[in-house]
């Protein structure tokens, strides 16, 4: 086994098991106690959990574990409680269980453990530069990404249902824009033929086959009904129905009892907003008489929005989408707040309002990065930090929504920088008079400084996007970073 992780779980021969930080540093819990920062030669022989000859990488439970506070009786009782496993398993069970959840199985490995370094403290000579693979930086950078996406963008699923002719589809174009094409607006035709699904990496619609008038509604209620129940059947979440639109048309139109049967009964109440089409129409008597109908059928007001389509000026439609956004749940707001179209200064707070995340982000990494320098690292060794600092700017860049094509242009290049600012000549020029090695404090100050500059940065991207101009260009300006890594470590030694 010849490739070692950032995060990967070891298992010693006394049965003590650490999550790998660096070369040099294993995290784990020695005796009953805290977690704490071991060398790498203090935990060997060991082995370490591996598919296909790597390691498998857990790094956040190896962020966690650098910021943990807690005391533990052994070192398998942290690992349970950083994987979230159960507090009586035993080990046989834990080997099974990496088994089948990783396909992982322990493997034999060997890490050169470096020996200090011969020169002086003081010498501003480098004995070394480290080698790190720019194509494993990047492959993991883009592997991160994909998993900070998954966390960060859950996609809401909304169902359009209604009568044909209610003006359910043109009602999501004008809120959500391209996501629904125009050859699915129909004119009083029904244009869906059961459900149909129009999605980006946002939003899901699902268009129900409109009810037409002298349809059995018994069977539009039963097909609805269906297909409500194998979605939220399904043990994943993410392919729940999130929240549902149904659509009344204004003019003419009144409430039915399929209507009231679809919202009490076959929806989740709480998931659904009845909204009334093409309110530019309508007279103030038909509005009145509409309303009370709902209530007297157990709908709340609160829960009832008036709106029209784009061409008939999109009333109602930020009423609309505030109040969907305020009935998602948690995790799919980000991802429909970016989607809808309607209201561009609530796109650009949102942005705004990410830092609180961004700060906790760069938190984990630079509590990470300390434990790795808890060992003084060498400079020699500077780049073991670069993993940590992987992670963090993929996970930075997925909070701030940038896509694929974003990420190859913008934050690979700069990643890949990141190896050559991590040699020791570039530490030097970074912090004139550094001496040999890399403390706690540095590593947590140089992360926390690439932090901050790295969110200063997506969040300028993310608003332009927002806005429709061009993004910044993401240089590295050494001065710059200086300045924050000033910053960064006065604030650490304070």
């Known amino acids: 086994m010849n490739r070692l992780r950032f995060g990967a779980l070891l298992l010693m021969r006394g049965r003590r098991l650490g999550l790998y930080l660096s070369h040099r540093v294993v995290l784990t819990v020695p005796k009953p106690g805290p977690v704490r920062a071991a060398s790498l030669a203090a935990f060997q022989p060991a082995q370490v959990f591996a598919l296909d000859g790597v390691a498998v990488p857990f790094f956040e439970a190896l962020a966690t574990a650098a910021a943990c506070q807690e005391h533990f009786p052994s070192s398998f009782d942290m690992v349970k409680r950083m994987l979230s496993l159960p507090t009586e398993m035993r080990l046989n069970d834990f080997l099974a269980y990496m088994a089948r959840n990783f396909g992982a199985e322990l493997a034999e490995f060997a890490v050169p453990v470096p020996q200090n370094d011969s020169k002086d403290d003081n010498s501003d000579t480098p004995q070394g530069e480290n080698s790190m693979d720019e194509s494993d930086v990047i492959a993991d950078f883009n592997k991160k990404c994909d998993e900070a996406r998954e966390r960060f963008w859950k996609r809401p699923n909304i169902l359009l249902c209604g009568y044909t002719g209610s003006g359910k589809t043109s009602l999501a174009k004008a809120i959500l824009g391209d996501v629904v094409p125009d050859d699915a607006i129909g004119d009083g035709r029904p244009m869906t033929m059961k459900y149909d699904c129009y999605k980006n990496e946002?939003?899901?619609?699902?268009?129900?086959?409109?009810?037409?008038?002298?349809?059995?509604?018994?069977?539009?209620?039963?097909?609805?009904?269906?297909?409500?129940?194998e979605r939220q059947n399904d043990p994943n979440v993410d392919q729940h129905i999130h929240l549902v639109w149904y659509t009344i048309q204004g003019p003419g139109a009144r409430v039915t009892s399929c209507d009231l049967n679809l919202i009490r009964n076959i929806f989740n109440q709480e998931h659904v907003i009845v909204v009334i089409t093409k309110a530019d129409a309508m007279r103030q008597r038909q509005k009145e008489a509409l309303l009370q109908a709902l209530k007297e059928g157990g709908i709340p007001d609160d829960r009832i929005v008036f709106a029209s389509d784009a061409e008939s000026g999109a009333i109602g439609c930020k009423e609309l989408m505030n109040l969907s956004y305020k009935m998602l749940p948690e995790a799919y707001k980000d991802a429909f707040l970016e989607a809808q179209r309607i209201d561009l200064e609530a796109r650009l707070q949102a942005i705004r309002n990410k830092k609180g995340k961004a700060k906790g982000i760069v938190t984990t990494a630079a509590t990470a990065a300390g434990a790795a320098g808890a060992i003084p690292i060498p400079l020699s060794d500077a780049a073991v930090l670069v993993p940590i600092q992987v992670t963090m700017i993929a996970s930075l860049a997925s909070l701030y929504g940038l896509k694929q094509e974003a990420v190859k242009q913008a934050a690979l290049p700069f990643v890949a920088k990141l190896v050559g600012v991590f040699?020791?000549?570039?530490?030097l020029k970074l912090i004139p008079g550094l001496g040999s090695v890399v403390n706690a404090t540095v590593a947590a100050a140089l992360t926390t400084a690439m932090g901050m500059y790295v969110t200063s940065y997506f969040e300028e991207t993310a608003l332009a996007k927002a806005k429709g101009v061009p993004a910044p260009p993401l240089n590295f300006d050494m001065e710059l970073f200086k300045e924050f890594y000033a910053a960064c470590k006065k604030n650490k030694e304070n």
């Open 202 to 229: 946002l939003v899901c619609i699902w268009d129900s086959q409109g009810l037409e008038s002298g349809q059995a509604e018994e069977e539009f209620t039963a097909k609805t009904r269906a297909f409500v129940r």
């Open 423 to 427: 040699t020791a000549s570039s530490i």
